[in-house]
């Protein structure tokens, strides 16, 4: 069965401590992989797509990677601006569908 | 600002009102998504459009009743619906259906179901 699992559920930092989340996932046929942020009462805000093992992008201090079976999405010197959920998810193998992990709600305390 | 646009922001209606949800793209995106997001959960799929045709509708109650006029407006009808119901609604567009790109997602429209 395709699916994305995130962890941890929440985490919980101070400013300035760069830590990693987790999006693994079961999926034929990879054909992206796609990270977002979503702020409460807002709509996910995209941020990253990653297509092949090996891949990686940053932004600020984000930086995702991408291997055959998982994802991380590493925050490095985080501020309390960047306390979100960040969610995953991928293509699933019918058009259309985005397969989505259940997030990860990142508090940044100063 | 996003790119994906709708209106209104927040709703509230009777379970015996009749109202509808808009969505506006001008990204020359030919699908088009409403999603249904419940607090703490990832946003569950309830209708696709491609190309102004409905390609997917997962199984959702016929209380809920999608419109695409064109290629950029995307409509979400609402009629009889249950307090259940009441969460956010987001809209979203990617170029095609069965494209590798990702999905552009709006703000949302915040229903609550008195």
């Known amino acids: 069965e395709d699916q994305v699992t995130q962890s941890p559920e929440a985490l919980r930092l101070q400013e300035g401590e760069s830590s990693s989340l987790n999006c693994s996932y079961t999926?034929?046929?990879?054909?992206?992989l796609f990270w977002y942020r979503q702020d409460p009462g807002k709509g996910p805000e995209f941020l990253f797509t990653?297509?092949?093992a090996g891949e990686e992008k940053e932004k600020e201090r984000l930086k995702a990677t991408l291997t055959k079976k998982e994802s991380f999405l590493h925050i490095t010197a985080p501020k309390p601006e960047d306390s979100a959920t960040y969610l995953c998810?991928?293509?699933?193998?019918?058009?259309?569908?985005?397969?989505f992990g259940q997030g990860t709600e990142l508090s940044v305390k100063p | 600002d996003t790119e994906v646009t709708q209106t209104p922001k927040h709703l509230v209606m009777g379970m015996t009102n009749k109202k509808s949800l808009k969505c506006e793209q001008h990204?020359?995106?030919?699908?088009m998504y409403w999603y249904k997001q419940k607090a703490k959960k990832p946003p569950e799929l309830m209708f696709v459009y491609s190309y102004e045709k409905l390609s997917i509708n997962e199984s959702v109650p016929s209380r809920f009743s999608p419109e695409c006029p064109n290629s950029s407006l995307l409509n979400l009808h609402l009629h009889a619906l249950q307090p259940e119901d009441s969460a956010l609604y987001l809209c979203?567009?990617?170029?095609?259906?069965?494209?590798?790109?990702?999905?552009?997602f709006g703000d949302g429209t915040r229903l609550s179901i008195l």
């Open positions: 998810a991928v293509w699933g193998p019918e058009g259309g569908k985005l397969i």
């Open positions: 979203a567009s990617s170029p095609r259906w069965d494209s590798n790109q990702p999905q552009h």
């Open positions: 990653l297509y092949s």
């Open positions: 999926v034929s046929g990879l054909r992206g």
């Open positions: 990204m020359g995106h030919r699908a």
